[in-house]
């Protein structure tokens, strides 16, 4: 798949008379004196709203006119959902489409429409270049910090909607000055790491399917919470909150309760933060059709195997309060990230199985064990289990009762395969070809 260069972009939106050509200038130069290059504007992108619709969306320099939105040869209105400010001197534009529209356009280049049929879907989450103290990547090395690659790469599967578990801002302190495999990445919450954390990385997903966008914990007020709410959050307000209002999205067979446990404490039951949730899950189910996916940052049900608390945790205490084990039949899978590594667990069907998806880039969790099948997490057993730690996404083909999971590798090729049939995952891996 081919995408339109930055520069060729700029000059069509100038030939399309739609930009004001002496406030590009500097931009066509390259030149800038803000945090980041404004002449590395995103391609525009499609995302689903908390109304279920879809909005495209376009970052532009500060004081231009949103590009023009166009579905077929009718115009949409745009409205600019942020102006530039210090930390992200970038405009944001927003445009809702209206149902049934397509062959969409946004300054002249192409973005995707709502797919007619859902039947390929590609996961990927925990995408950011981690920078937090003595926990540090090479941002500048793409085998050391792969998101572009693992972008592409789905990318390159042309899936018919895309959905990111969370986790997208990781750049929160310096790059050491004797690490310089990160040497000049920017940090803090600003237009500078978004860019490179997200936006040019994951460009190549941009013109290929709507993305249906998950908030982590990193995207949290006192982390990355202004850029999300600033570019990607699916609601019209760009305030940064604690917490947002769950909401649901029906597209094609996939049935999605969206809950953002961002704030959700992992260790211990939040008491302030249970019945929020309580209230939260009720509103989902009631709108929850068969074989609903719960999508959701923080795993519900999953062991912690990473080295920040001590291995065999389980998360997430205060989601699993919430719950209580009294999930609706309705509810056949929680999709998550936050724990950096794919796995998968089937508890018999007595409770949702669990799916993490979160190896699309951050530093890879350790795999200290084996995930204990038979071992009981908050009450109830794991019958089947997987855990792989490598990087690479998830894409779900559609098949008869249910869907078919491919995990792919940084090579793209197959490492593992599930079926996922209502609540049952059933996954083994895919011995590599000599």
């Known amino acids: ?46 995302q689903f709203t908390a109304t279920g619709g879809l909005e495209a969306r376009a970052i532009v320099a500060p004081g231009m006119k949103c590009p023009q939105v166009m579905s077929a040869k009718t115009p949409l209105a745009s409205v600019v959902r942020a102006e530039p400010n210090e930390a992200f001197p970038i405009q944001v534009c927003a445009t809702p489409i209206p149902t049934g529209a397509d062959r969409l356009t946004v300054g002249g280049l192409p973005v995707p429409s709502m797919p007619r049929q ?3 879907v590609a996961i990927l989450g925990d995408t950011g270049c981690r920078l937090k103290g003595k926990y540090v990547q090479d941002c500048n090395d793409p ?13 390159g599967r042309k899936p018919d909607v895309v959905i990111h578990v969370g ?14 495999g990160c040497a000049g990445s920017p940090h803090g919450d600003n237009w500078a790491v978004w860019q490179k954390d997200v936006f040019i990385p994951a460009e190549p997903l941009f013109p290929v399917a709507p993305l249906v966008l998950t908030r982590g914990n990193h995207e949290l007020c006192d982390r990355g919470g202004q850029g999300w709410f600033r570019t990607l959050d699916p609601r019209p307000s760009i305030e940064c909150v604690a917490q947002t209002d769950p909401y649901t999205l029906s597209i094609g067979p996939l049935s999605l309760l969206m809950l953002d ?17 309580q209230e939260h899950l009720k509103a989902l189910y009631a709108k929850a059709r068969p074989d609903s996916w719960l999508v959701t940052h923080r795993p519900i049900w999953a062991f912690v195997l990473n080295g920040y608390v001590p291995v065999g ?22 999709l998550s ?12 069907g007595v409770r949702p199985s669990q799916l993490v998806v979160g190896e699309g880039g951050d530093a890879i969790d350790e795999i200290a064990h084996p995930l204990p099948v038979g071992q009981s997490i908050d009450g109830k057993a794991i019958k089947r289990g997987m855990a792989l730690g490598d990087y690479g996404y998830v894409l779900l083909q559609r098949v008869a009762g249910g869907w078919d999971a491919a995990t792919y590798s940084l090579s793209d090729k197959v490492i593992a395969r599930c079926q996922i049939r209502g609540r049952s995952i ?9």
Request: with cysteine; proline share 10%; hydrophobic share 45%.
């Open 1 to 46: 798949m081919t995408h339109t260069p930055r520069a060729e972009r700029i000059s069509r939106w100038l030939a399309a008379g739609r930009l004001a050509a002496l406030a590009w200038l500097p931009l066509v130069a390259g030149l800038s004196t803000s945090p980041a290059d404004a002449a590395d504007l995103p391609h525009p992108w499609v």
């Open 426 to 434: 059933a996954c083994n891996p895919v011995k590599a070809s000599s």
């Open 337 to 348: 990230g936050h724990i950096h590594s794919f796995m998968t667990y089937d508890f018999g």
């Open 313 to 334: 945790t389980t998360t997430n205490a205060t989601l699993q309060a919430a719950v209580a084990n009294a999930m609706p039949a309705n509810v056949s899978m929680i």
């Open 118 to 120: 859902v039947n390929r």
């Open 261 to 277: 446990s961002a704030p959700a404490n992992d260790q211990q039951a939040d008491p302030k933060l249970v019945p929020v949730y």
């Open 167 to 180: 986790d997208y801002h990781y750049r929160e302190t310096p790059c050491p000055t004797d690490r310089p």
């Open 143 to 155: 085998a050391a910090w792969p998101f572009a690659t693992v972008a592409r790469l789905a990318a």
